[in-house]
């Protein structure tokens, strides 16, 4: 009698990419949220469903929750700020930024983070704090970041496309931070992010597919130059721009509608 053949299955391991590892492991619980702000208590009531209608007041966010509740699908990301010890210099990037304090008892070391959100549909914030442990900064940065999100502008405004989809940014704008100064530039549709690499992370959780840049001044510093292209961005709803020209770029503010 012929043998019985059996398939046997094999379970592949699933590949552990760096956004998985850069997520915060605790999140705050919106179902057990008690608001102490006017804002809050209205988004609990269901009151306030949108948070463009926070933003485009100019009204300052003082709960995390309340960004948790109007962007339930908020993305964390930690740039790679900080270098290991390494041989002349040679050590692998790493998420945190390690200084040290001499004083007469001793080193004190201090660890700085810094930290993206984003929904990749047009709201992006970021922030940078510092603590005496590697967990505590980070959670602080998290937390700054969701306070700080602001939405940005989206088109074509690359005369080499002309498509008039929100694929790209509608102008060239121009962020500085210290002596580091970013200019993102426009660019046809499948180019891609050609920006420096923790740059595309941000404009990657913005919601931004194609782009151009430029950098200025002193680069090495790279918090500055993070801090900068964050500027870049906040200077799209700041300019004001014709409706025609508007709706020739094809101009999108926040989410698509």
Known sequence: MPEEQHEETIVEPIPVSEEVITKPEISADVSKWTPKTTIGKKIRSGELTNIDHLLDEGHKILEVEI????????QTELLMIGQSKGKFGGGQRRIFKQTQKKTPEGNKPSFSCFAVVGNGDGYVGGAMRKSKDTVPAREKAIRAA???????????????????????????????????????????????????????????????????????????????????????????TQIKIRPEHAQRVGLVEGRLK
């Open 67 to 74: 960004v948790d509740s109007l962007l339930p699908n908020l």
């Open 146 to 236: 969701k306070l700080s999100v602001f939405k940005i502008r989206r088109g074509c405004g690359s005369w080499e496309c002309g498509c008039g989809t929100p694929h790209s940014i509608p102008f060239k704008v121009q962020g500085k931070c210290g002596s580091s100064e970013v200019t993102l530039i426009p660019a046809p549709k499948g180019k891609g992010l050609c920006v420096e690499k923790e740059c595309a992370k941000i404009l990657k959780l913005a919601g931004i597919k194609d782009m151009w840049s430029k950098t200025q001044g002193q680069t090495n510093n790279k918090q500055n130059v993070l801090f900068a292209c964050i500027n870049a961005l906040e200077q799209l």
